[in-house]
């Protein structure tokens, strides 16, 4: 019988898993009120300005009804701004309000201690090749 823990998916999983729970209450513990996920949309509309809510939602894999909620919940929040496109009504042009752009800038440095902290006593070495391995996974399935 084959052992879960055997199975690299499941590794994979259980790794991200545990990761963003140990990132969450970290960042819970420092004060701020946003997910990570809700993080990871305002960094992908930071790094592209003209996203639409598809590919921000495949950006960082989500499906475009959870971005849509979340976008809506971060404007409610008043991180983002969201104006109907000038090109295509039926789109909408989502951008980073002030308070989004600060909250990014705040929240970076514990996100870095947070991957720092993940990562210890792992070589740069095998953070390539992890990174190498999982594209080729992705790679092989896309």
Same mark, same amino acid.
């Given at each position: 019988?084959?052992?879960?823990?055997?199975?690299?998916?499941?590794?994979?999983?259980?790794?991200?898993?545990?990761?963003?729970?140990?990132?969450?209450?970290?960042?819970?513990?420092?004060?701020?009120?946003?997910?990570?996920?809700?993080?990871?949309?305002?960094?992908?509309?930071?790094?592209?300005?003209?996203?639409?809510? #598809?590919? &921000?939602?495949?950006?960082?894999? $989500?499906? !475009?009804?959870?971005?849509?909620?979340? @976008?809506?919940?971060? +404007?409610?929040?008043?991180?983002?701004?969201?104006?109907?496109?000038?090109?295509?009504?039926?789109?909408?042009?989502?951008?980073?309000?002030?308070?989004?752009?600060?909250?990014?800038?705040?929240?970076?440095?514990?996100?870095?201690?947070?991957?720092?902290?993940?990562? #210890?006593? &792992?070589?740069?070495?095998?953070? $390539?090749? !992890?990174?190498?391995?999982?594209?080729? @996974?992705?790679?092989? +399935?896309?």
């Amino acid at each position: 019988m084959e052992n879960l823990n055997s199975i690299i998916f499941y590794t994979i999983d259980k790794s991200i898993k545990s990761y963003r729970q140990f990132a969450q209450k970290r960042l819970k513990e420092a004060g701020f009120t946003i997910t990570i996920d809700q993080w990871l949309v305002l960094k992908a509309i930071e790094q592209d300005s003209l996203a639409s809510q #598809q590919q &921000i939602a495949a950006a960082v894999f $989500k499906d !475009v009804a959870s971005i849509t909620r979340m @976008i809506e919940l971060l +404007v409610q929040k008043g991180y983002l701004s969201r104006e109907l496109h000038s090109a295509d009504r039926r789109r909408f042009k989502i951008t980073l309000t002030e308070k989004g752009e600060d909250v990014i800038e705040k929240m970076q440095p514990y996100v870095n201690a947070n991957r720092k902290q993940a990562l #210890q006593g &792992i070589s740069e070495g095998d953070i $390539k090749i !992890v990174q190498e391995v999982l594209s080729k @996974i992705t790679e092989n +399935v896309t």
